[in-house]
């Protein structure tokens, strides 16, 4: 099993930073990708931003050119860093890994709160 341990929300003002971090343990494959989800209240839950074992990233157009993930492989954690934050981006965020034959995990979600 794996599991997701996500820290690094908070309540901040619109325009500020913040960075999220997930820490994956458990039987972790050596190719995987860890990515950042989020729900706001009311609506589905979508992708903000994933990160390969290899590099490779890929992200949601509402967040591009704010938001940075990476990840430190030895240490099985991904980061989210957030600047220029808007009210907008209040949500729940939850770190995801996917390895294996579509197997996925889950965190337990941290709350972002933007104040105008």
């Known amino acids: 099993q794996v599991q997701l341990v996500e820290s690094g929300g908070g309540l901040v003002q619109a325009g500020w930073s913040l960075r999220l971090s997930c820490a994956a343990s458990?039987?972790?494959?050596?190719?995987?990708?860890m990515g950042w989800y989020r729900q706001a209240p009311g609506k589905q839950r979508e992708l903000v931003a994933t990160?390969?074992?290899?590099?490779?990233?890929n992200y949601a157009d509402s967040v591009k050119g704010r938001f940075t993930i990476s990840r430190d492989n030895a240490k099985n954690t991904a980061y989210l860093q957030m600047n220029s934050l808007k009210p907008e981006d209040t949500a729940v965020y939850y770190c995801?890994?996917?390895?294996?034959?579509?197997?996925?995990?889950w965190g337990q979600g941290t709350q972002v709160t933007v104040s105008s």
């Open positions: 995801n890994l996917r390895q294996g034959l579509n197997r996925q995990y």
């Open positions: 458990g039987i972790i494959f050596n190719i995987n990708t």
């Open positions: 990160v390969t074992s290899g590099g490779s990233t």
